[in-house]
């Protein structure tokens, strides 16, 4: 079965940073689009990042852009979320998600999505 298990959240204050790893087990990695989204208490759950099959290209959400990085090892099964300039407003739980195909458009579609990690818990203090 398909398995996605992220780690690497914490607490950290305002400008610092993280790097969340999501580990990837029963799928064909590098034939996946693979994202993150967050969600955090009464709000819905939002994309943060995408990185498509081969790996070239990526897209980030206007409010993490030039602050975050999206990254993954094919060979490790492994996907990242670098994230710096962190923000008050980017306390959330981060989840790790992974899609075979498009069946919504636009491919930042959380319901395009049919794999979830567990989630990881980012809290940001002023």
């Known amino acids: 079965q398909v398995h996605l298990v992220e780690s690497g959240g914490g607490s950290v204050q305002a400008g610092g940073s993280l790097r969340l790893s999501c580990a990837a087990s029963?799928?064909?990695?590098?034939?996946?689009?693979m994202a993150w989204f967050r969600q955090a208490p009464g709000k819905q759950r939002d994309w943060v990042a995408v990185?498509?099959?081969?790996?070239?290209?990526?897209y980030y959400a206007d409010s993490v852009k030039g602050r975050f990085t999206i990254s993954q090892d094919n060979a490790k099964n492994m996907l990242y979320l670098q994230m710096d300039l962190l923000k008050p407003e980017d306390t959330a739980m981060y989840y790790c998600?992974?899609?075979?195909?498009?069946?919504?458009?636009?491919?930042?579609?959380?319901?395009?999505?049919?794999?979830w990690g567990q989630g990881t818990q980012v809290t940001v203090s002023s």
């Open positions: 998600a992974a899609a075979s195909r498009l069946t919504i458009l636009p491919i930042t579609n959380a319901r395009n999505y049919n794999y």
């Open positions: 029963g799928l064909t990695f590098g034939g996946m689009y």
């Open positions: 990185v498509a099959p081969g790996g070239h290209i990526i």
